[in-house]
């Protein structure tokens, strides 16, 4: 559950997550999907989600993670086509080719410059 708190000398309201059990701070939302579908979201405190961090412990002991629940709102986009690798031939010891320049800009020339180029 979430609970807007007036924190001392802010001007807006923070939201802490309360256990849903005894509205104690601070508390973790625990979320549990079922393969047929069904999911339920607690917010607990320590006391209340310990058997539930108990379970987490003992699946990390033996190596297993849970799967991550299927996505059901969007297709699979299909992965951009790969590119073939471009084939390496042997080069002759020249220098590499060089890289053309970026665009130069034109110089910015002042009126004072302008008037000594006329002079001179």
Known sequence: ????????????????????IDKVIPALT???????????????CEEHGGYLEDLLEE?????????????????????????????KTAAPAEAPAKKTPSRRRPRITSLEEIEAAKKG
């Open 30 to 44: 625990y979320t549990i999907t079922v393969s047929d579908g069904r999911s339920i979201s607690k917010d607990l």
């Open 59 to 87: 699946l990390e002991v033996q190596g297993s993670e849970p799967e991550p629940a299927p996505a059901k709102a969007a297709p699979a986009k299909k992965a951009p086509a790969k590119k073939a690798p471009a084939k």
């Open 1 to 20: 559950m979430k609970i807007q708190v007036n924190a001392v000398g802010l001007d807006q309201p923070v939201e802490v997550i309360a256990c849903d």
